[in-house]
């Protein structure tokens, strides 16, 4: 079973700039996160799809960042303009339902680093 | 709202020893799911243990098990005969039995991290 895929791995940009990252999760999985992770810090979640609605977007700061799932598959998120607090890691999994004891699988990250 | 403490910020073990990892957590309700999430260095998470907490026997995972204290809402992981590999960032999370319109998310602790000294 391939486990969930994100790129890039690491971004390096200035503030202001735009930066986008993609995440493929584990096939016939419905739930899908995004999670900011600063250096030191637990996971916070930024939003949350089911399929391809959203459930949960209530830590987005949604004036410089937006996320989508198209066809509850793959999912982007970007951030525009960037700031220097947003560098972090990224991170992206997925679970079956998100419910109950079911497990969040976990894709590798994106560094970002916001200069 | 529900919170979870890991009031530990670094541990150390002798490599071969036991090492206990505390997490406590403040809720009202009486369903819900506690699990321990470890994170290498540069390495993906992944789940080490989960318990559900209507039960009342502890889980455990090969080396990994649980102290589940339902009434101290008390959760530690004991890891038992530490290798190498065991080093990594240990989070403890929540989540409630109950979601609202699917919602049904993660409360994560801050992390523990652990070393193994050889």
């Known amino acids: 079973e391939a486990g969930v895929a994100q790129s890039p791995r690491y971004k390096i940009i200035e503030k202001r700039q735009s930066v986008a990252f993609w995440c493929n999760p584990i096939s016939g999985h419905a739930t899908l996160y995004w999670y900011q992770q600063i250096l030191g810090q637990g996971p916070k979640l930024l939003i949350q799809?089911?399929?391809?609605?959203?459930v949960d977007d209530s830590q987005l700061p949604k004036d410089r960042f937006s996320a989508e799932r198209l066809k509850g598959v793959d999912s982007t998120l970007k951030i525009q303009p960037a700031k220097l607090e947003d560098s972090a890691v990224y991170l992206c999994a997925s679970s079956w339902w998100g419910g109950g004891p079911d497990e969040q699988f976990f894709g590798p990250g994106t560094r970002l680093t916001v200069l | 709202a529900q919170t979870v403490t890991q009031s530990q910020p670094e541990m150390s073990v002798q490599e071969a020893e036991t090492v206990t990892l505390s997490c406590t957590y403040d809720t009202s309700e009486s369903d819900y799911y506690l699990f321990w999430y470890k994170q290498p260095p540069s390495r993906q998470m992944i789940l080490v243990i989960r318990q559900e907490a209507y039960k009342q026997q502890n889980a455990t995972e090969n080396r990994f098990s649980v102290n589940f204290q339902k009434a101290a809402k008390s959760f530690s992981l004991k890891i038992s005969d530490s290798q190498l590999g065991d080093a990594a960032m240990y989070f403890c999370a929540y989540r409630s039995a109950r979601g609202m319109d699917s919602n049904y998310q993660l409360i994560w602790g801050a992390g523990t991290k652990l070393i193994i000294k050889p």
């Open positions: 799809f089911q399929n391809n609605g959203v």
